[in-house]
């Protein structure tokens, strides 16, 4: 037999002993991506491990949310207060205190109470529920108060009437007139209230004619006639039975009703009238024309009670307020008497505005200056 020689090929053995070792590498290979332990099935199982953990993360977030909304859904409305956007323009208590606006001019104040009120007949001594209506009316600087308030007051007196007699309509006039007011003509940062005695008093030149001065002012009495509505017994400076309150003469907190008679009373005069007031009685003549011109001789109610002493007659009478175009009276309107008489009073009202110094006017509308009901200063939204 004869040998294969050459020094250029590979042996058969060689050849073998490569594709031996090829095919021991591959299968290793093979194992490590492949096998159970293999690279591809370690990483489908750390993909399935973060899957997991990522569904875990996102049901504990998804719980988190739920849970921040329920308690924002129960408790936004009643916590968190979202500011309205500040409207344009200025403050109407600059505005007054730079002599911009001024007492009488014209605001175009919208009133957003209710349609209308009812004047409960027990309360108001009539025994006949009264429906008063709201009114469109017009509005005018009056002035502004030591608080800050800015107050408004109707133009002219209401349409409509209301009518109060007897002990309840002395006993709950300053109440009812007040709600009546607020009721149809509060506003946005503003409340309202009836015209008192106090606005008038406060207005007034008392060097051209003093009320303090009006005869028995402030005299006190003890008339024969000891009938008395209830809440005659709660004023300053009035003793019934031994007793004083404290109650001014324009307030009044709540409801009440009846009459009764006094063992012994001490009764104050609270009463003063005057039948011939003019502009000089006023330390303005725009508040002559507020509260006098503009009632255009029809009598409106003030909130306001008094008592008027009749010595010649030793009788007490009780009254609530008005005025009309020359005159601020009581004695006129007397409704209740402390001989048990009565007499009603049926007159318009008059509503003063509450607004907030800040509240804005736009003074950058053309041709709004204040002069006139058309030319209103105008509330800025």
């Not at 008192?196 to 003093?210: A, C, P, R, Y």
């Amino acid at each position: 037999m004869k040998s294969i020689k050459g020094n250029s090929g590979i042996t058969l053995i060689t050849l073998a002993v490569t594709i031996v070792v090829i095919l021991i590498l591959a299968g290793v290979t093979l194992d490590v991506t492949l096998g159970e332990n293999g690279i591809l099935n370690k990483s489908k199982e750390a993909a399935n491990i973060m899957n997991n953990l990522v569904k875990e993360d996102e049901a504990e977030l998804n719980d988190l949310l739920n849970e921040l909304n329920e308690t924002m859904d129960s408790n936004w409305n009643s916590n968190v207060e979202i500011p309205d956007p500040e409207p344009a323009g200025e403050n109407i208590g600059d505005l007054i205190d730079n002599g911009i606006i001024k007492v009488g001019d014209y605001v175009a104040y919208n009133p957003i109470g209710a349609a209308s009120y009812t004047v409960n007949g027990a309360y108001s001594g009539t025994g006949i529920d009264q429906t008063i209506n709201k009114e469109n009316l017009n509005w005018r600087v009056l002035d502004k108060t030591e608080d800050g308030k800015v107050r408004l007051i109707s133009a002219n007196p209401t349409a409509s009437t209301v009518k109060l007699q007897g002990a309840n309509g002395y006993n709950n006039a300053v109440y009812l007139l007040d709600e009546l007011c607020n009721t149809l003509y509060k506003g946005n940062n503003a409340t309202v209230k009836s015209l008192k005695i106090e606005d008038i008093q406060n207005k007034m030149n008392l060097s051209v004619w003093n009320y303090n001065n009006y005869a028995n002012y402030g005299v006190t009495f003890s008339p024969n006639g000891r009938q008395y509505p209830l809440i005659f017994a709660q004023e300053k400076g009035q003793i019934v039975n031994g007793s004083t309150g404290s109650l001014g003469l324009s307030e009044q907190t709540s409801i009440i009703t009846g009459s009764s008679t006094a063992s012994s009373w001490t009764v104050r005069h609270t009463d003063w009238t005057n039948n011939s007031i003019g502009a000089s009685n006023y330390v303005q003549v725009i508040y002559y024309e507020l509260f006098h011109t503009a009632a255009n001789n029809n009598r409106y109610w003030l909130s306001s009670r008094c008592v008027n002493v009749d010595s010649v007659y030793n009788n007490a009478y009780f009254d609530v307020r008005c005025v009309s175009t020359n005159y601020v009276d009581g004695v006129y309107t007397y409704i209740f008497a402390g001989n048990g008489g009565e007499l009603p009073g049926t007159f318009a009202v008059r509503p003063v505005v509450y607004l907030e110094s800040s509240v804005k006017i736009d003074t950058e509308v053309e041709g709004k200056d204040g002069l006139t009901p058309e030319t209103a200063w105008e509330i800025a939204e």
